[in-house]
């Protein structure tokens, strides 16, 4: 039973944009709040930005601006949409919920993102 499933990654120039989606099962999506992370090469994975079940987003400061993330409730769908790419990135974004009742971590597969200069 896939609970989390992310889609939307690719190959984009700088510049560009892209929009992730993350496609929940109703639990996860509606108990808890929903985070984006991001792994780059050699690098640790990184939270990108959170909503929040009542809709209040946080973002890192690299992003700010830029990547927006958002949820649709009528299909359990959380997004990140992205503008003004930069090749810094580029990494293999996930999307993170939490299941209910013991609010156990679950991601998806992860999706790439490369962003050429």
């Known amino acids: 039973q896939v609970q989390l499933a992310e889609s939307g990654g690719g190959l984009v120039q700088a510049g560009g944009s892209l929009r992730l989606s993350c496609a929940a099962s109703?639990?996860?999506?509606?108990?808890?709040?929903m985070d984006w992370y991001r792994q780059a090469p050699g690098k640790q994975r990184e939270l990108v930005a959170t909503i929040t079940s009542g809709g209040t987003t946080s973002y890192i400061d690299s992003v700010k601006g830029r990547f927006t993330i958002s949820r649709d409730t009528n299909r359990n769908t959380v997004y990140l949409q992205m503008n003004s790419l930069k090749p810094e990135d580029t990494a293999v974004y996930y999307c993170?919920?939490?299941?209910?009742?013991?609010?156990?971590?679950?991601w998806g597969q992860g999706t790439l993102v490369t962003v050429s200069s």
């Open positions: 993170r919920g939490k299941r209910p009742p013991w609010n156990v971590d679950v």
């Open positions: 109703r639990s996860i999506f509606s108990a808890n709040a």
